[in-house]
């Protein structure tokens, strides 16, 4: 059995969740306790010990980034419940932990749970938290780092080390300022939604570009921008007025 946590300051959230868990997922999860504020969440994890704590982001008295941030080691698997479409889930994303949007139903709660099983046993969980935190401080964190899920566990890259990223089916394959590169198997669709919109720009259907990795662009024998590691790259023709004005722009 799967021990779990719940921790949501509205106790009909905390029941609702609950039921789903019992309802859906029978014998399979066992729910130690259900607690209404970030100190008492901070107690039973302490004294519970749980395999996987379903998490409000925020609640009255303090938030789950700040339960979080007083914890010296995790181990145990995290899913984020709000009732907020708000700028904490881009973080979120981009640390590669889940959540799930209020009212919960229970296709959505299958789908993360179904992620939390696949997972090697906490992997990177602690280091992913970290990124997570330290993302939601855009202002002086204009680059995020990225969890990027690979067969391993999770590679943990800072933006600005990514020179682009080129589409491979419904794979990527992300190519660092070091030369080396690796394969996620995400789309190249789902790449961009995690990077920075303002420093990464799609030049074409195969390829997204940081731009400041940009040292100039041709259009002899077709239109291309030209890296500081000196490849080229194709634009597409209805990318093309977009990536010269951004270049222009810079």
């Known amino acids: 059995m799967i021990k779990t946590l719940i921790i949501d300051d509205e106790q009909p959230a905390r029941e609702f969740l609950e039921k789903l868990l019992n309802r859906y997922f029978p014998n399979k999860f066992v729910v130690v306790h259900k607690v209404g504020n970030i100190e008492q969440g901070f107690e039973q994890i302490k004294l519970q010990k749980p395999h996987l704590v379903f998490l409000d982001i925020k609640m009255q008295g303090g938030s789950g980034f700040e339960l979080l941030k007083k914890i010296k080691s995790i181990d145990f698997e995290v899913i984020f419940t709000t009732a907020y479409s708000e700028f904490a889930l881009e973080a979120i994303k981009q640390s590669a932990l889940d959540y799930l949007l209020k009212p919960i139903n229970h296709i959505e709660l299958g789908t993360a749970i179904k992620k939390f099983e696949k997972k090697t046993k906490y992997q990177n969980e602690l280091d992913r938290i970290r990124i997570l935190l330290d993302n939601m401080n855009t202002n002086i964190n204009p680059y995020p780092k990225i969890a990027f899920p690979v067969s391993e566990g999770y590679k943990l890259i800072k933006s600005n080390a990514i020179i682009y990223c ?21 789309t190249l669709k789902n790449v961009e939604e995690l990077l920075p919109k ?28 030209i890296l500081t590691n000196n490849e080229k790259l194709p634009i597409s023709s209805r990318k093309k007025t977009q990536v010269i004005e951004k270049i222009l722009g810079k």
Request: proline share 0%; no cysteine.
């Open 198 to 225: 303002d420093f990464f720009l799609r030049i074409h259907k195969s390829f997204l570009v940081n731009v400041n990795f940009i040292k100039g662009y041709t259009h002899a024998d077709g239109s291309y921008v």
């Open 166 to 186: 080129k589409a491979d089916t419904n794979y990527t394959v992300i190519k660092q300022m070091d030369e080396s590169s690796f394969t996620i198997a995400k």
